[in-house]
């Protein structure tokens, strides 16, 4: 996925590590600048298809195992009931943020690479 330009360069790793999970897409982000949260907002093709890669995701942000403290992911909807979106918030701002960014950004990164290369294992065996 191309990342636009002017993206906030403290999003790029985690963003590029959430769009290599197959069927999230990340669609905006904001890294807060110091004074605000940092944001991500997400999207799934089709949330039956993708629970693994969620689930991975949802692994990633919590504290016991990436040590990160209070990174959630919310579910939300628009006022007519449109596509559900997902909104992941750091609780921490700043430098603080960034670098907690970047270790869930490893986890995921991790877990992918070992996901790819079980699956590679198991098509050799076949």
Sequence with gaps: M????DMDKECIGICNA????DGIQ???????????PFMIWITM????NCDNNFALLLWALDKCHSGVPSWRCTAYTDCIGDAVRY????????????AEAI??????KEA???DIARAIDLSMAV
Excluded: M
């Excluded at 191309?2 to 330009?5: A, C, G, Q, T």
């Excluded at 990340?26 to 605000?36: L, M, P």
């Excluded at 270790?103 to 995921?108: G, N, R």
């Design 112 to 114: 992918w690479d070992e």
């Design 2 to 5: 191309n990342l636009p330009n």
């Design 26 to 36: 990340t669609v905006e982000s904001c890294c807060g600048h110091g004074d605000s």
């Design 18 to 21: 959430i769009n290599l999970l």
């Design 103 to 108: 270790v869930i950004a490893t986890l995921i």
């Design 87 to 98: 909104r992941i918030e750091s609780e921490s701002v700043g430098e603080e943020a960034y």
């Design 45 to 48: 093709d089709d949330p039956t």
